[in-house]
């Protein structure tokens, strides 16, 4: 039986010349600005208008592209030594695009889609099934696709997250640290209308303390805070510059707890952005911890949910 594994993520430009394509991608994309599609194009036309020369000059200060890409391909590589299935990866927003790397799979047997994302939400998960299901219903390989929608409370996959957290102390007494799990942030209205993306995230914290507890790692306090708003429009709270405002212990460690894969939001936004807000503010210590990336224990987490799907 001929099998394989698809790895769907967002995407990142691979490249200064892809920053537009992504962004005008992105603001087309029904599940991020949900209104009828010739205004959804004019939106995403002002905003990549408006966006697009200050987001290609953030992507030349972390390399010229986005950090995903890299690490995406690493983790594939770190998968398919331990699978009996070939692995590969798609993107949402840029190549390599679902319709390309499919069409290159409709004569396999079974093919395990396995979001990046390990909480549920119409805007990253639901959009990227979107278009899995409508490229596999043009190919007619419809009843080959297996897929799951979340794994935020996997065992492994909470300890790979306490591994980079300690990775991130570098043997340092965690009770001189603040904690603070960041999670990219979503418009306020995408929640009340029932997304389910703030309940898993909120899971997720819960059982990434409680494993923290259970190895013996005490910080001052732990946290969770938003980052990535953007427009008008009130998102869910607290937001991160809020909440590093109001800690008086001038030492912390941010973790990216949306993110399985490091990406502009972590190695820019975070490592950069706001690491300017936090010397501003006066902090003696800003940490920016890695996602799980490649760690053999998030590969492992992969695998467990690969082997959960076979029949």
Do not use: C
């Amino acid at each position: 039986m001929k099998k394989a594994v698809l790895l769907l993520n967002m995407g990142g430009p691979n490249t200064l010349l892809e920053v537009k394509l992504f962004l005008t991608n992105m603001f087309n994309d029904p599940r991020i600005i949900a209104a009828p599609k010739p205004i959804r194009k004019m939106i995403a036309w002002f905003i990549t208008a408006k966006r697009h020369k200050e987001a290609e000059h953030n992507y030349a200060l972390i390399g010229g592209k986005s950090p995903i890409i890299a690490h995406t391909a690493r983790v594939v590589d770190a998968l398919s030594a331990r699978i009996d299935a070939d692995v590969h990866y798609v993107m949402r927003y840029t190549p390599p695009f679902t319709d390309a790397v499919l069409s290159k799979l409709k004569d396999y047997d079974a093919i395990y889609a396995i979001p990046l994302y390990p909480h549920f939400s119409a805007t990253t998960t639901l959009s990227s099934f979107d278009v899995l299901y409508a490229e596999a219903k043009k190919l007619g390989i419809s009843d080959k696709i297996h897929t799951l929608d979340r794994y935020y409370n996997h065992p492994d996959y909470i300890a790979s997250i306490v591994e980079r957290i300690k990775e991130s102390l570098g043997g340092e007494d965690p009770r001189e640290f603040e904690l603070i799990f960041s999670a990219h942030g979503l418009p306020k209205k995408i929640i009340e209308k029932g997304d389910l993306y703030q309940r898993h995230i909120r899971a997720n914290v819960y059982h990434a303390r409680r494993a923290l507890d259970e190895a013996g790692i005490f910080f001052h306090n732990t946290h969770l805070a938003y980052q990535s708003r953007l427009g008008p429009l009130e998102w869910i709270r607290p937001y991160l510059e809020d909440k590093l405002a109001s800690l008086k212990t001038k030492k912390v460690i941010i973790y990216p707890i949306a993110f399985t894969i490091d990406n502009s939001e972590t190695e820019f936004e975070l490592e950069i952005e706001y690491r300017e807000k936090a010397q501003a503010m006066g902090f003696e210590t800003y940490r920016v911890a890695k996602a799980p990336n490649d760690h053999p224990l998030f590969i492992q987490t992969l695998e467990k949910l690969y082997l959960s799907m076979l029949p």
